[in-house]
């Protein structure tokens, strides 16, 4: 029988890899306010969250294996789940900074926090390095090392070109309604958020384990990728309806001209005159505009319009999950596991 992590036991792991980047640092013979700095970058940005990536590391590799995880394949699973973590923090004090937010995970952004400022990029892109660091550090001799290389590496451009996406579909200056469509909209996402999120967790277990195939990647990927697109749109969703006591984040979607789920939905239906209200008030880091624009969202009933794609997206996923050929390895629980914990969440 598979068993499940709890967050405690997954932060417990954290310690040791905290000192294991600190004494890799220390070894530089950095000097010790900048190692109080990197340590208190470590503190401040993988941790706070809900930890949903790198605790479905080894909860997917329980569940490949249908058994507990020893000690050690626990501490491994965790690392690469870590990992993850690490490269999620990366993205977020980056992507704070570019979409100009306010907190995250009910603080200020890092960037915002007394003295940060952008010293913050640099952190970031240290947090990214640290990830490396620990990949050879604790899987060098591991068989499937270099696959967990490339699939790092391949991760985060994927991530970029993504993000990239997003903010040359939103410039500052210049709105522009018909710059925006559902099928880019789907490549924005797609690339951001879905790879980073529910592909690689579920790719790296199969390699921690030396189960990997093409086949079985390939597989996984075409679930893992609508259901990363969900998992977006639910972002985008809680970006206005959701409470920020709840995300623990501000949105900012409207004011930055995103090219969001909602305004798209908005784009399809609305008549001339409710386009025109877009047109006036979208994009622009103006209050009373931003105001009209979720009023208008309210008259369009766009939470009831999630709420049917909500509903129409998790039966299309129950589908795929329910047609997986495990033979090649897989497990549909590793699969349902992932969609439980995002079916109609509020956070
Ligand atoms: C989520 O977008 C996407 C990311 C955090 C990836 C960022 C990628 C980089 C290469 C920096 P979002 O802006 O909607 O997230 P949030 O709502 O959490 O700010
Ligand atoms: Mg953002
Ligand atoms: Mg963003
Ligand atoms: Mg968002």
């Known amino acids: ?66 058994a507990p995880l020893t000690e050690d394949q626990y501490f491994h699973a965790a690392t690469l789940g870590w990992m993850t973590e690490l490269l999620q923090a990366f993205f977020l004090v980056s992507d704070d900074i570019m979409d100009s937010s306010i907190t995250r995970r009910g603080q200020p952004c890092w960037y915002r926090q007394e003295g940060v400022g952008m010293v913050a990029i640099n952190d970031a892109f240290m947090l990214e390095a640290s990830i490396y660091y620990l990949l050879k550090k604790y899987f060098r001799s591991h068989p499937a090392y270099v696959d967990l290389f490339e699939l790092f590496q391949e991760t985060t451009f994927q991530t970029e070109v993504g993000q990239l996406t997003d903010l040359l579909t939103a410039p500052e200056d210049k709105v522009d309604l018909n710059n925006f469509s559902m099928e880019k909209y789907s490549f924005i996402v797609i690339y951001k958020t879905a790879y980073y999120s529910f592909y690689l967790p579920v790719a790296l277990a199969l390699h921690q384990l030396n189960l990997a195939t093409p086949k079985n990647l390939k597989q996984a990927e075409a679930i893992l990728i609508p259901l990363g697109e969900y998992f977006q749109i639910q972002d985008d969703y809680l970006d206005n309806f959701g409470l920020p006591e709840h995300i623990g984040k501000i949105g900012t979607d409207i004011k930055d001209n995103k090219c969001s789920w909602l305004v798209n939905q908005a784009i399809a239906i609305a008549t001339p005159e409710q386009r025109k209200v877009l047109e006036d008030n979208y994009g622009q880091k103006d209050d009373a505009k931003e105001a009209a624009i979720k009023k208008l969202y309210e008259e369009l009933k766009l939470k009831e319009r999630y709420e049917a794609f909500e509903e129409k997206r998790a039966g299309e996923l129950r589908t795929l999950i329910d047609n997986i050929d495990e033979s090649e390895g897989l497990k549909k629980t590793v699969f349902t596991a992932f969609f439980d914990k995002i079916y109609k969440r509020s956070k």
């Open 1 to 66: 029988m598979a068993q499940k992590t709890t967050l405690k036991e997954f932060e417990s792991v954290y310690p040791k890899l905290e000192e294991a980047l600190l004494d890799h640092v220390k070894s530089y013979n950095l000097p010790k306010e900048q190692v109080a700095w990197f340590k208190k970058s470590l503190e401040v940005n993988p941790l706070g969250g809900k930890c949903n990536r790198g605790m479905s590391v080894p909860d997917s590799v329980s569940l490949l294996l249908e």
